[in-house]
């Protein structure tokens, strides 16, 4: 029997998100600042998605988007670690300003592909160690 849920994708003019059985692939689409009501909506999918079960969040940044520093501190407590993917070495300070928000695992890279594979391999160790 398999229990794993089925990959889900929703898409609206505001973001992208792929929802897997290691971790959600999360992109803003707007070019702005992140409002509370898109990061609700974004957090219920996560929820239904993932019920009590540890995920990875991967933010891909494809626009210079600001984050409130208390939408880290709100997070959803089975989101175990963040991987950030920007190809602009410019946003790069503000991201690690923002990783001083958030006391999960936080990472950073330059491609979707190598954050998808350290998602895989951090829910792996994670799933072991318990």
Do not use: G
Not at 1 to 27: G, I, Q, W
């Amino acid at each position: 029997m398999n229990d794993k849920p089925e990959d889900n994708v929703v898409e609206t003019d505001a973001y992208l998100l792929r929802l897997s059985f290691n971790y959600a692939h999360l992109v803003y689409l707007s070019k702005s600042y992140l409002d509370v009501e898109t990061l609700q909506e974004v957090r219920l999918h996560l929820k239904k998605y993932y019920k009590d079960r540890n995920f990875v969040l991967i933010n891909e940044r494809i626009n210079d988007i600001v984050i409130n520093p208390k939408y880290h501190r709100d997070s959803l407590k089975n989101m175990i670690a963040v991987a950030v993917v920007s190809t602009n070495d410019k946003w790069r300070e503000r991201l690690h300003e923002e990783q001083k928000n958030s006391s999960r695992s936080f990472a950073f890279f330059k491609n979707l592909k190598c954050a998808q594979l350290w998602a895989d391999h951090f829910m792996e160790y994670q799933s072991a160690k318990n």
